[in-house]
């Protein structure tokens, strides 16, 4: 995948180099294609088990469901941004209840390791800022049988 985006994003520079396009302006269509790129790591609308509303962008909006022995990890916000329009700070609310098996509702950002936000029956609340590159929000089950309200602003 990322052989894919680098050629792509050298096709698109070299061309853009030819035409005579300004160094923001490069610098704003290859943001575009990683952006784009970036959203191909989300669950699939149609493979959620929730029900999920975008907001501004694919880093914020809605998403609910319930569950029952679901064992899968969803990611529901995110991408892979270099410059976010909407600015580097996300605010998370979200509402976990955990009747059974389990379930992490997690951030992950680059290669570092996933960071959990909540993984027990409660509220979460916090914001968090994103550092450059890909960040996702996601949730992981296992045999894991509750609902989940999340909001990203």
Known sequence: MKKIVLALALILVGSFMLSGCSKDEILDHYNNIIQSAG????????????????????YTGTYTA????????????????????????LSIDCTLEV???????????????????????GTYSDTITLPDGGNYIGIACEDFTGNIELNIE
Do not use: H, P, Q
């Not at 319930?66 to 941004?81: H, I, M, P």
């Open 39 to 58: 959203a191909i790591e989300l669950t699939g609308k149609l493979s959620l088990e929730g029900t999920k509303e975008k907001g501004i962008d694919d």
């Open 99 to 121: 009747t059974e098996g389990t379930a992490k509702v997690f951030w992950t950002s680059g290669s570092d390791e996933a960071v959990t936000l909540i993984e027990t029956t």
């Open 66 to 89: 319930d569950y029952e022995n679901f064992s899968d990890t969803e990611y529901l916000f995110g991408g892979t941004s270099i410059k976010r329009e909407a600015g580097k700070e």
